[in-house]
Nanobody, 120 residues
Framework: QVQLVESGGGLVQAGGSLKLSCAASRSIASINAMGWFRQAPGEQRELVASITSGGSRNYADSVKGRFSLSRDNAKNTVYLQMNSLKPEDTAVYYC??????????????WGQGTQVTVSS
């Protein structure tokens, strides 16, 4: 089982920056993929960015060039650096960890969510 603790959300003006953190309860080297999802009011939860244990990254088209996902294996932590924020980025952001076992089972774990609000 993996516990995920998020931090770093807040209120920022359009054009500003925030950095989200997600600390895992065990080595992220043992986690196949980690990522950030977000959910705005009245909207479906969507993938923002993800990173595999091998370091491959994927970003939603809406955040490419503005958001950057990184990791620190020594701290069991992944980060989401968000620059040039827009009001459309306002949402609750959730950290996700996916663990796939050799036996075939896949498990998803979720952080508690952190609010990001971008004012115009």
């Amino acid at each position: 089982q993996v516990q995920l603790v998020e931090s770093g959300g807040g209120l920022v003006q359009a054009g500003g920056s925030l950095k989200l953190s997600c600390a895992a309860s065990r080595s992220i080297a043992s986690i196949n993929a980690m990522g950030w999802f977000r959910q705005a009011p009245g909207e479906q939860r969507e993938l923002v960015a993800s990173i595999t244990s091998g370091g491959s990254r994927n970003y939603a088209d809406s955040v490419k060039g503005r958001f950057s996902l990184s990791r620190d294996n020594a701290k069991n932590t992944v980060y989401l650096q968000m620059n040039s924020l827009k009001p459309e980025d306002t949402a609750v952001y959730y950290c996700n960890a996916r663990v796939s076992r050799w036996s075939g089972e896949t498990y998803d774990y979720w952080g508690q969510g952190t609010q990001v609000t971008v004012s115009s």
